[in-house]
C-alpha cells in the first residue's frame, strides 16, 4: 500500500487534514500562524515553562480506550499529531458562550496576573480533569499539587492558583478546611477577617453561569475507528512505519535518517543546536516498540514506551503485588526506583511524550535514569534493521563517550531488558540533586544497587550481619558519560556492610569523583561531594529499608558508625507535600457612597486571559506586506570589527534585506538617559549579543538562518567582565561619578584610637537575576506616509520607545506613535531594555517601507537584555556590646555592563537602602559603578534597593554572630523608632516608624517566633543531616522615583453620550500587576457608577505625552491621581445637570452633551515634597521619596546537610499598604514578589564565564540562556505554609485612596529564607565546633549551602567541603 501523504488531525473538534511542509512544523506554530488559534503561547520554545500545553487525545486500539495528556505544542510536531484530537484553551470556553469551571475558578481566585501563563496552566488542569473523567476515586489536593511541574508562572507566587484547583476539585474548600493553620483567625470562623473566603465570593456577579462546550470534549468517532496508516509525509522527509518490518525497511533505505519519537530532546536540538536531519522516521506507531512485557529475567519495556506510561505501569506492578500478597515484592526495586525518580524526571507534559528510548539514546551525561539503569543490570536488545538480528548490550558497556552509544549504523533500540531484584536483600537507590526539585536536570544522579546476604559464618569479631554480595554504582554529572563506578563497587563487593566498608567506599568514591577545576558545567567539589554522599545514603537507606521489611536487624543503622544516621534524609528532603496559603485583609471602609476602591475586584482581564483571548503582542495579525526579522549578535566580549561578510545570507531564500548602522538615517547613539549605547555596534562591539545587524526576510526561520549566515571577523581585545575584574583594573563607568551617603562621623570612630568600639569587617557578593517575564520580549514598527510609524512593542515605557525611535529614525517624535496593549509580564526588563530592539527594527522598517516583526526566542531575550545588577560590598561596623550599631563603613559596586541605562539610578537606591530600616548614628557608603564588557544591567523589581538592604543584613548578621546575639535582637536594637530620637535616614528623610514597628512585631507575633526558635533548637540537636533555621527580616521601601520628573502623571478621560461608558487613557502600561483594574476602579469609584461602565484598552503615546516608565511601584499612585483628578473635573462640569434632578448617569451625560459640554478631560499629578537628592555630592541631604511601604516577614527553612537541598517549611508575612485599592491584587503582589525574590536569593543563578569564575565557559559567555539552565521557582518551592496578612491602616502620605505603592517592596522579605538558610547551615557548622563568621553568597544555591555545611561523612573522605566558595557570576 502507498504510505499516506498527509495528517489526520481534530482540532478542537474540526477536521484537518495537512500534507507537505507544514506537517514538520511546530503544533504550536501550526496553531498560531495557521489555525490564528493564538491562546496557546510561546513562552521558551524548549518544554521548560509550559505556556504552549495543549490537550492531547487519542485513542489506544489495544486497550480499546481514549487518552487525554496535556502536552507541549511547541516540542510536537504536526505530524505526530495523526490521528489525534487536539484541544487548545480556545475549545474550553470562552467569554461569548462562557468560561468553563477550570477556567472561572483560576479568574475567580486572582490566578492570573499577566496571564502569559494562564492558558497553558488552564490547560495542565484541564488534561488533568479529562484524563480523571469518570474514576470513583476522587482527585486529591495533592493530585493537583503534583500536576503542574511543567508549567511555571513569574507573576503569581503560584498560591492562587493550587487554591483555585484545589477549590474546584472538593466540595469543600481544601485549603481553609478544619485544619486551617490559621486556627481562630481563619477567615471562616473570624468573619471580621474578611480572607481569601471574601475574595471568591466577590467575583461571582454577572458572571455568565459556567457552561460546558459539549463539541470539544466528544472524541471524535471517526478517531475511535481509525487505524494508523504508514505516512509519506513531506516528500519523504517524514516517514512514519506502523510495523516493524515498515520501520525495518525504512531504517535500511535510509541509514542517514533519525527515530523520532516524542521529539523532546531533538526538537531542543533542531530549535537551539540547529540540528540538520535528512529524513525522520517516527516509530511512535510499531507496536513491538510500545510494548512491556514480564518474564522470569525481568521486566521487557519497549523503546518507545513514554515515561508516563512506564510509570503507571509500575504503579499498576506495585499495587498488583501487593494486593496478591506476593512475596516476591522485593523484585520490582529497581522499578520502583526508576518511579521515585520520575518524580523528579522533567514535568508533566514531557513524561507524556518523552521516552526511554530517547533518553537513552540521547545518552546525556546527566540522564537521570541512565545511571539507575547501570546499577540495575539492565541490557539494551539491539536490533540490526539490515539483518533482523539482536543483540544485547548491558547498560554499563552501552555509553561509550559524550553523547555516544554503542549502536551501529543499521542498529536501532528495541527494548530494555530490567531484571527483577533477586532477594529480599537486593535493594536499588535512586538519587537526584539539581538547582530546581521540580523539572531540573540533575547536576549529579546515582543509581546505587547494594545486594546483600546474611553473613553466615561472622568470625569472633564479627556481628552476625551481612555481607554485601554486589554492589552496582551508576553515577551521571561526573563524566562525559554515564559512568558505573568500577573501583567502588570493587572495594565494596564481598565485604562486611558496616563502617569500614562504608568509610572505603566513600574515600574510593571521593579519589573517582575527583574533577578538574575547568570541568564543563564546573561545580568540581560540590559534585564530588554528592557522590559521596549519596553512597552514604545508600547505605543508610538500605538498613532502614531492611528495617522495615523486618523489623529486626535495627542494629545494622549503628554499625554504620556515625551519628544520628537514622535522620539522613532519602531522595530528597523536598517531598511533594500539599501547601497552604492563608490572607487575611479587613475589609476596608467604603470612602463615599459607591465607593469600589478597597474592594478585591478581579483583574478586569481576567476572563480573557483564562479563555485565551487576551492578546499580546505576538498575538497581533500579520500586517499586509509584513517582514520577520532576526539579529545578528556579537559573539565576543570586546572587539574590534574587521569585516561583516553577509553574502551567503543573502543568497538565503526569502530574505529580503540586511540593516546595519549604515541604514542609520538618525543618530546611532541612544540610550534611555545618557546617549551611551550604539543602535548597532560600529566598528567594534563592547559584549556579547551587541546587535551587528538585522536581517530582514520573509519568514522568522529565513531570517534566522540568514543571520546565522553572516560572517563577521572580529580583532579581540582584553575583556572586563566581573566587579572584580573591573575593580582591579580601574573600570568604572566615566558617566555615573560615585555616590555618597554620609552621616555623623563614620571616620572618626573606625580611625580614632581609643574609641573602644568593636568592629567586624566582610564582603558581601549577591548574584543577578534574570527577568524571565513570560511573554519575550517583542517588536513590530509599521511605517505609514511621510515617516510616520507605529511601533507596537512590549515595553514598559512607551514614551522612551518613541523617543529613542524618533532619534534613530531623525524623524520628529510627533511622527512616533508607540502602542501597548499588556505586557505577559515586565518587572524591570522591558522598562528600557526592549527600547534598543525597537529602534533597531524602526531602522528596518524605514529603510524597508514595510512592516517589521522581532520577537525575541527566549535564548536570545536572555543573552542580550539585562539582568538584575549584581552587586559586591566591603564593609566594616562599629557595635556596642548590646549590639547597637554605632558606625558603618561600606564600599558598594555594581555590575553596571556596558552602557549606563539605569544603572546610576539603580546605584543611588542601592545606597538609600544600604541601612534598610535601621538608625545608625555614623553613616559613611560610597557606590561605584563598574563598567564591563557584559550586556547592560538593568531594572529589576526592587531596583537596587534589595541588594542594599541585603548588604545590610549581612552586617546585621556579623554583628550579631560576633556578639552571638540573635540576630533579631540586633535587628530590633537598631531599628527606626528604638532610639526615642526623631528617625531621620542617612540622607536627611523622616522616617514615620510606627508601621515598620507593627509589621515587625506582627511577624513576630503571627509566626510564634520565640516558641519556633525553641523547637528550631530542639530539632537541630537531634538532627544532623537535617538543620532547620529561621529567621525574621524587615523593610522599608522608599516610594517615587529617585529622580524627581519622572514623579508625573497624566490622563485622559471620555465620556460617550450614546451611553455614559468610560474610556480612560493614562499613561500606564498594564504587566499583571493590575494597575488598569484599580485605575477602573479609582474612576468608577468617582463618578459613582457601575465598575462595567469604565475601560482602559491601552497605553499610547499619541494620547499621554511624555509618561514615565511603569516602574518605581509608583503607577497606582501617580495615574491614579490622575485620573481622580480628571474625573473631578469632569465631575464637576456634569453637576449643572444632576443637581436636584434624579437623572441617571446616562441621562446626565446626554443632557450634558445636548448643552455642548466637553465630556472628556485631562488630569494631571505630580508627587508633592520630594526632592532631587544628588548622592555624588558628599553629605547630599534630601526628601527622595514620598514615603516608605514596609513590612516583615519570618520565614522557616529545613536543609539537607548532604546535598544542600532546602525547602521553606513556613512564611508569615505582615505587610503595610495603606488602605489597598485592591488587597487581592495587592496581596497578589506580595505573594508574587516574595517568591520572585526566593527565586533571586536561593535558586536563580545567572552564569557567565570569566577569568576567574566559571572558567569552563568562554570568557563573557552566558550560559543561563533558558528555562533548562536557568532555574526560576516552580510551583513546588513555594512555602508548604504561607500566611501574608495585611495590616489595617492608612497611608501617612497624602496617596490615592490612602493606599501605599507594592509591586517592589516585598520582593525583599524573601532574603528572610536566605538568613533562615544561613542559620540552618550554621547550626551545622556549630555542631562540629565551627564558629568563625562564614561569609554566604547569594543565591544561597544547593551549591553553596552544601559547600558552606559541615557533617561527619563527607568531611571524613573531602575536608574541604565547609571552606569552599563556588564561583559566582558578578
Ligand atoms: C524540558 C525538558 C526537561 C527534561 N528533563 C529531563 C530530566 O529531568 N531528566 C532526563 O534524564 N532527561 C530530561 N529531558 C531529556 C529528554 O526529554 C528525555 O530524556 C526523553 O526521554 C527523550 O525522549 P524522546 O522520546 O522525546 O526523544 P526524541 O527526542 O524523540 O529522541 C531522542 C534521541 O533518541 C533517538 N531514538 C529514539 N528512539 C530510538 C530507538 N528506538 N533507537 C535508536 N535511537 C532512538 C533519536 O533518534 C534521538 O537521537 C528533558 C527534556 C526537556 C525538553
Ligand atoms: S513554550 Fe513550550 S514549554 Fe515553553
Ligand atoms: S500570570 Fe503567570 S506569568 Fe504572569
Redesign the pocket.
Known amino acids: 500500500m502507498i504510505p499516506r501523504q498527509f495528517v489526520v488531525v481534530y482540532i478542537n473538534g474540526s477536521r484537518r487534514e495537512i500534507s507537505g511542509r507544514k506537517t514538520l512544523d511546530t503544533l504550536l506554530s501550526y496553531l498560531r500562524y495557521e489555525e490564528r488559534l493564538t491562546g496557546t503561547k510561546l513562552g521558551c520554545g524548549?518544554?521548560?515553562c509550559g505556556a504552549c500545553t495543549i490537550l492531547y487525545s487519542y485513542y489506544d486500539h489495544h486497550e480499546k480506550r481514549i487518552y487525554h495528556r496535556a502536552v507541549n505544542a511547541c516540542?510536537m510536531p504536526v505530524a505526530a499529531c495523526d490521528g489525534a484530537a487536539i484541544t487548545t484553551i480556545e475549545a474550553v470556553g470562552n467569554i461569548r458562550d462562557g468560561l468553563a469551571p477550570v477556567q472561572e475558578a483560576l479568574a475567580n481566585t486572582h490566578g492570573s496576573q499577566c496571564g502569559f501563563c494562564t492558558p497553558g496552566i488552564v490547560m495542565s488542569m484541564f488534561a488533568l480533569l479529562r484524563e480523571h473523567g469518570t474514576r470513583t476515586d476522587p482527585l486529591t489536593p495533592l493530585d493537583v499539587e503534583k500536576n503542574f511541574d511543567g508549567n511555571l508562572c513569574r507573576c503569581t507566587g503560584y498560591r492562587p492558583i493550587l487554591d483555585a484547583y484545589k477549590g474546584l476539585i472538593a466540595a469543600e474548600d481544601a485549603t481553609c478546611s478544619a485544619q486551617c493553620p490559621m486556627g481562630e483567625q481563619c477567615c471562616k470562623i473570624n468573619r471580621s477577617r474578611l480572607g481569601k473566603q471574601e475574595i471568591v465570593l466577590s467575583q461571582k456577579e454577572d458572571k455568565k453561569i459556567s457552561t460546558v462546550l459539549d463539541r470539544a470534549y466528544i472524541f471524535p468517532p471517526e478517531l475511535i475507528e481509525y487505524r494508523p496508516a504508514e505516512l509519506n509525509l513531506a516528500d519523504g522527509k517524514w516517514l512514519r512505519p506502523v510495523t516493524l518490518e515498515q520501520l525495518m525497511r525504512s531504517k535500511t533505505e535510509h541509514p542517514e535518517a533519525?527515530?523520532?519519537?516524542?521529539?523532546?530532546?531533538?526538537?531542543?536540538e533542531v530549535k537551539f543546536k540547529n540540528l540538520k536531519v535528512p529524513v525522520w522516521i517516527s516509530?511512535t506507531d510499531v507496536p513491538e516498540?510500545q510494548r512491556i512485557t514480564e518474564d522470569d529475567v525481568g521486566v521487557k519495556i519497549g523503546?518507545?514506551v513514554?515515561?508516563t506510561h512506564l510509570n503507571n505501569y509500575i504503579s499498576n506492578a506495585l499495587k498488583r503485588t501487593k494486593l496478591d500478597g506476593n512475596p516476591k515484592l522485593y523484585q520490582l526495586s529497581s522499578l520502583q526506583a526508576i518511579q521515585s525518580q520520575l518524580e523528579?524526571?522533567?514535568?508533566k507534559q514531557?513524561r507524556n511524550?518523552?521516552?526511554?528510548?530517547?533518553?537513552i539514546?540521547?545518552a546525556?551525561p546527566?540522564?537521570?535514569?541512565?545511571p539507575l539503569l547501570v546499577a540495575a543490570c539492565a541490557s539494551f536488545t539491539l536490533l540490526n534493521c539490515k539483518t533482523g538480528e539482536k543483540r544485547n548490550v548491558s547498560a554499563r558497556d552501552f555509553f561509550v563517550s559524550y553523547r555516544k552509544v554503542d549502536?551501529k549504523a543499521n542498529?536501532?533500540?528495541?527494548q530494555v531488558v530490567l531484571p527483577w531484584n533477586e532477594s529480599q536483600f537486593d535493594f536499588t537507590h535512586p538519587f537526584k540533586v539539581s538547582r530546581r526539585r521540580e523539572?531540573?536536570?540533575?547536576i549529579v544522579s546515582a543509581g546505587i544497587r547494594l545486594k546483600l546476604s546474611p553473613n553466615q559464618e561472622p568470625t569472633s569479631s564479627e556481628k552476625p550481619g551481612f555481607i554485601i554480595e554486589a554492589a552496582h554504582v551508576g553515577l551521571g554529572g561526573i563524566a562525559p558519560r554515564t559512568v558505573s563506578m568500577n573501583d567502588v563497587e570493587r572495594v565494596l563487593t564481598g565485604k562486611l556492610f558496616n563502617e569500614t566498608s562504608l568509610k572505603e567506599g566513600m574515600r574510593v568514591m571521593a579519589r573517582s569523583a575527583l574533577l578538574p577545576k575547568n570541568v564543563p558545567g564546573g561545580m568540581p567539589e560540590y559534585r564530588q561531594s554528592l557522590a559521596v554522599g549519596f553512597l552514604f545514603k545508600a547505605f543508610v537507606a538500605t538498613a532502614h529499608a531492611i528495617y522495615e521489611r523486618f523489623h529486626e536487624h535495627d542494629s545494622l543503622l549503628d554499625s554504620l558508625g556515625f551519628d544520628n544516621v537514622q535522620d539522613v534524609p532519602g531522595i530528597s528532603i523536598c517531598e511533594r507535600s500539599v501547601s497552604r496559603g492563608v490572607q487575611i485583609f479587613s475589609d476596608c471602609e467604603p470612602l463615599a457612597k459607591d465607593d469600589i476602591t478597597g474592594r478585591p475586584v478581579p483583574h478586569l482581564s481576567a476572563a480573557l486571559q483564562v479563555s485565551g483571548e487576551a492578546k499580546y503582542l505576538d498575538d497581533i495579525p500579520r500586517f499586509d506586506g509584513e517582514l520577520q526579522a532576526a539579529l545578528v549578535l556579537s559573539s565576543e566580549p570586546h572587539a574590534r570589527i574587521v569585516a561583516i561578510d553577509y553574502s551567503d545570507a543573502e543568497k538565503i531564500p526569502g530574505v529580503y534585506e540586511i540593516i546595519d548602522v549604515k541604514n542609520v538615517k538618525g543618530s546611532n547613539l541612544i540610550g534611555p538617559i545618557f546617549h551611551d549605547e550604539y543602535c548597532f555596534a560600529d566598528k567594534e562591539v563592547t559584549t556579547s549579543g551587541q546587535v551587528i545587524a538585522v536581517v530582514t526576510a520573509e519568514t522568522t526561520e529565513q531570517a534566522k538562518e540568514a543571520a546565522r549566515s553572516v560572517r563577521v571577523t572580529y580583532d579581540p581585545l582584553p575583556a572586563v567582565v566581573t566587579i572584580e575584574d573591573a575593580i582591579e583594573s580601574a573600570s568604572y563607568a566615566e558617566l555615573v561619578p560615585s555616590r555618597f551617603i554620609q552621616k555623623g562621623d563614620a571616620p572618626g570612630i573606625f580611625e580614632k584610637e581609643g574609641t573602644g568600639a568593636k568592629i567586624v569587617k566582610g564582603r558581601v557578593r549577591i548574584g543577578g537575576q534574570e527577568h524571565w517575564y513570560l511573554e519575550p520580549n517583542g517588536t513590530i514598527a509599521v511605517p505609514d506616509e511621510n515617516g510616520e510609524m507605529l511601533i507596537l512593542a512590549s515595553t514598559q515605557s512607551p514614551g522612551k520607545t518613541q523617543a529613542i525611535v524618533s532619534r534613530v529614525l531623525g524623524q520628529r517624535a510627533h511622527k512616533i506613535v508607540c502602542k501597548v496593549k499588556r505586557l505577559g509580564g515586565g518587572f524591570g526588563g522591558k522598562e528600557t531594555r526592549s527600547c534598543f530592539l525597537s529602534a533597531a527594527i524602526a531602522v528596518a522598517a524605514q529603510a524597508t517601507s514595510r512592516p517589521v516583526r522581532l520577537v525575541l526566542d527566549r535564548d536570545v531575550d536572555m543573552m542580550i537584555t539585562g539582568t538584575r545588577h549584581a552587586f559586591l560590598a566591603e564593609y566594616e561596623a562599629a557595635y556596642e556590646a548590646t549590639g547597637r550599631i554605632t558606625a558603618l563603613r561600606m564600599e558598594i559596586y555594581l555590575n553596571m555592563g556596558n552602557t549606563v541605562d539605569l544603572s546610576a539610578a539603580v546605584l543611588d537606591r542601592a545606597l538609600y537602602h544600604a541601612v534598610n530600616c535601621y538608625d545608625i548614628p555614623n553613616v559613611d557608603i560610597i557606590g561605584k559603578a563598574c563598567y564591563t564588557n557584559t550586556t547592560s544591567s538593568t531594572a529589576f523589581r526592587g531596583f537596587g534597593g534589595p541588594q542594599g538592604m541585603m548588604i545590610c543584613e549581612n552586617v546585621i548578621e556579623h554583628v550579631a554572630w560576633d556578639l552571638r546575639l540573635p540576630p533579631e535582637k540586633v535587628r530590633d536594637i537598631n531599628m527606626f523608632g528604638r532610639h526615642g530620637n526623631a528617625s531621620i535616614t542617612p540622607y536627611g528623610m523622616n522616617v514615620s516608624s510606627d508601621c515598620l514597628q507593627k509589621c515587625w512585631e506582627g511577624a513576630l507575633g503571627d509566626s510564634s517566633f520565640s516558641q519556633r526558635r525553641r523547637e528550631v533548637d530542639s530539632f537541630n540537636s537531634k538532627h544532623s543531616y537535617r538543620k532547620r533555621g529561621l529567621s525574621v527580616i524587615p523593610t522599608m521601601f522608599g516610594i517615587s522615583f529617585s529622580f524627581s520628573p519622572l514623579n508625573q502623571a497624566g490622563a485622559l478621560v471620555h465620556i460617550y453620550q450614546e451611553d455614559g461608558s468610560v474610556l480612560i487613557t493614562h499613561g500606564g502600561v498594564e504587566m499583571g500587576q493590575g494597575l488598569h483594574t484599580k485605575i477602573c476602579q479609582i474612576a468608577a469609584s468617582e463618578l459613582q457608577i457601575p465598575l462595567e461602565k469604565v475601560f482602559v484598552s491601552e497605553t499610547a503615546t499619541d494620547k499621554i505625552p511624555n509618561a514615565s516608565p511603569t516602574a518605581a511601584s509608583a503607577s497606582s499612585d501617580l495615574y491614579g491621581m490622575a485620573v481622580l483628578r480628571a474625573c473631578r473635573t469632569l465631575k464637576q462640569r456634569l453637576e449643572p445637570f444632576k443637581s436636584g434632578l434624579e437623572l441617571s448617569w446616562e441621562e446626565t451625560v446626554d443632557k450634558a452633551w445636548a448643552n455642548r459640554v466637553s465630556l472628556f478631560a485631562t488630569g494631571f499629578y505630580k508627587t508633592p515634597g520630594i526632592d532631587d537628592v544628588n548622592l555624588a555630592v558628599p553629605g547630599a541631604r534630601g526628601r527622595p521619596f514620598s514615603y516608605f511601604t514596609n513590612g516583615s516577614a519570618v520565614s522557616e527553612v529545613e536543609i539537607d546537610v548532604l546535598t544542600g537541598e532546602m525547602k521553606v517549611i513556613r512564611t508569615d508575612i505582615v505587610m503595610d499598604i495603606g488602605r489597598p485599592l485592591n488587597p487581592a491584587i495587592d496581596i497578589g503582589q506580595v505573594e508574587g514578589a516574595f517568591v520572585q525574590g526566593l527565586g533571586w536569593c536561593t535558586m536563580e543563578e545567572f552564569v557567565r564565564g570569566s577569568k576567574n569564575e566559571h572558567v569552563w565557559l568562554k570568557e563573557g559567555k552566558v550560559f543561563t540562556a533558558g528555562?533548562?539552565t536557568y532555574k526560576l521557582p516552580a510551583f513546588g518551592d513555594v512555602p508548604r505554609d504561607f500566611r501574608v496578612r495585611v495590616l489595617d491602616g492608612r497611608s501617612e502620605a497624602d496617596t490615592i485612596c490612602s493606599s501605599k505603592a507594592i509591586g517592589e517592596p516585598p520582593l525583599f522579605l524573601a532574603a528572610s529564607v536566605f538568613f533562615a538558610t544561613r542559620d540552618a547551615i550554621s547550626y551545622s557548622r556549630r555542631q562540629h565546633n565551627l564558629h568563625d563568621w562564614f561569609a554566604l553568597d547569594s543565591p544561597a544555591s544547593v551549591e553553596r549551602i552544601r559547600l558552606r555545611c559541615i557533617d561527619d561523612v563527607v568531611s571524613s573522605v573531602l575536608p574541604n567541603t565547609g571552606s569552599v566558595n563556588p564561583s559566582l557570576s558578578l
Do not use: H, K, M, Y
Not at 546527566?366 to 541512565?370: L, P
Not at 523539572?439 to 540533575?442: K, T
Open positions: 524548549e518544554g521548560g516540542l533519525r527515530l523520532i519519537v516524542g521529539n523532546t530532546e531533538v526538537g531542543v516509530t516498540l523503546a518507545s513514554t515515561w523528579l524526571f522533567a514535568g514531557i511524550v518523552g521516552t526511554i528510548a530517547g533518553n539514546v540521547t546525556s546527566i540522564s537521570d535514569v541512565n549502536l542498529e536501532i533500540l528495541f523539572d531540573d536536570i540533575a528555562p533548562g
